[in-house]
């Protein structure tokens, strides 16, 4: 139990959700989590750094975006 505590102190920008948490993803809090799932699996998909490669810029401006979606999911999965 200590340690899922420190765990979630640990998550950026804190760990409740808002309704921009949820417009990143393109859904609202009524989405189920197989569509909240789907919806991470598509911008991680767009936004992966990996395919920015060829150029730095837009490779740091996916990393930055890749940990927003990475982090407003999290909240949103601790949150169900």
């Known amino acids: 139990i200590g340690n899922h505590r420190t765990h979630r102190q640990s998550l950026p920008?804190?760990?409740?959700?808002t309704a921009s948490d949820w417009e990143l993803f393109g859904l609202t809090p009524t989405a189920s989590p197989a569509e909240l799932k789907q919806a991470y699996r598509d911008l991680v998909e767009v936004w992966h750094p990996d395919r920015f490669a060829?150029?730095?810029?837009?490779q740091a401006k996916a990393e930055a975006?890749?940990?927003q979606?990475?982090?407003a999911y999290q909240r949103l999965q601790l949150a169900a």
């Open 54 to 58: 060829h150029n730095p810029r837009l």
């Open 65 to 67: 975006m890749a940990k």
């Open 13 to 17: 920008n804190s760990t409740h959700t």
């Open 69 to 71: 979606i990475n982090a």
